[in-house]
C-alpha cells in the first residue's frame, strides 16, 4: 500500500492529546477572533473555506473553518508503474 503526503504535520498537540482535523472557530469579528484563527495556523492547521459572517442585532459573528491535513493511506495503482514495467525480467527463448 503507498501513501498520499499531504504537509508533515505532528497530529498529537503540545500536551499529547489527539488534535481535530476539523475545527470551526466562531466569535464576534474582533482582534482576539483573528488572534485564535492566527494561533491555529501556527498550529499547522490550513483554512478550510471562506469565512462565514452574521450579525446578530448586536455586532458581527464570524466563523471560519480550518482543517488539519495528516498522510493518508491509498490504494496502490492499477496499472503498472514505469519503474515495475522496466524491472520486469527478460523473457528467455
Known amino acids: 500500500m503507498s501513501t498520499l503526503t499531504t504537509p508533515a504535520?505532528?497530529?498529537t498537540g503540545a500536551d499529547g492529546e489527539n488534535r481535530l482535523r476539523y475545527r470551526l472557530l466562531t466569535g464576534?469579528?474582533?482582534r482576539t477572533f483573528c488572534e485564535r484563527v492566527s494561533a491555529?495556523?501556527?498550529d499547522g492547521?490550513?483554512?478550510h473555506g471562506d469565512p462565514a459572517v452574521t450579525f446578530n442585532g448586536t455586532?458581527?459573528?464570524v466563523a471560519?473553518?480550518?482543517v488539519l491535513d495528516r498522510?493518508?493511506?491509498v490504494d496502490p495503482p492499477?496499472?503498472?508503474t514505469w519503474t515495475a514495467i522496466t524491472a520486469a525480467p527478460a523473457a528467455t527463448a
Open 78 to 80: 492499477a496499472v503498472p
Open 9 to 11: 504535520i505532528d497530529p
Open 40 to 42: 491555529a495556523l501556527d
Open 64 to 66: 471560519q473553518a480550518v
Open 59 to 61: 455586532r458581527v459573528i
Open 45 to 47: 492547521y490550513r483554512l
Open 28 to 30: 464576534p469579528d474582533d
Open 71 to 73: 498522510t493518508i493511506p
